[in-house]
Nanobody, 125 residues
Framework: QVQLVESGGGSVQAGGSLSLSCAAS????????MGWFRQAPGKEREFVAV????????LYTDSVKGRFTISRDNAKNTVYLQMNSLKPEDTAVYYC??????????????????WGQGTQVTVSS
């Protein structure tokens, strides 16, 4: 049974930093991209960042470029999201996910099969 477990969410003031982790278990995903999405209250789930299978490609939504960094450790089956210079508009539940296709870096929620339970990130002004 595949499980993705996020950790590292919390509350910070604007300008602060948080680091999220997502550990996968049940199978390895060395050939799959892993991504982060977020969902704010009343809004649809949106793409944040993705890293491809060999860490050669990283993609970010425009609003987080230069502030967030995605990385992964295939030996640990874990993906990370370092979030710096946080803004109130970054407040959301953050989800990690695994792209269902090999060797692709999906940016659409429908590209992803496995999802974590989500972790809350709250940024106050």
């Amino acid at each position: 049974q595949v499980q993705l477990v996020e950790s590292g969410g919390g509350s910070v003031q604007a300008g602060g930093s948080l680091s999220l982790s997502c550990a996968a278990s049940g199978r390895t995903f060395r050939s799959n991209a892993m991504g982060w999405f977020r969902q704010a209250p009343g809004k649809e789930r949106e793409f944040v960042a993705v890293i491809n299978w060999n860490c050669g490609i990283t993609l970010y939504t425009d609003s987080v470029k230069g502030r967030f960094t995605i990385s992964r450790d295939n030996a640990k089956n874990t993906v990370y999201l370092q979030m710096n210079s946080l803004k109130p508009e970054d407040t959301a539940v953050y989800y990690c996910a695994v792209d269902r296709a090999f060797y692709r870096s999906g940016t659409n929620v429908y590209d992803y099969d496995y999802w974590g339970q989500g972790t809350q990130v709250t940024v106050s002004s």
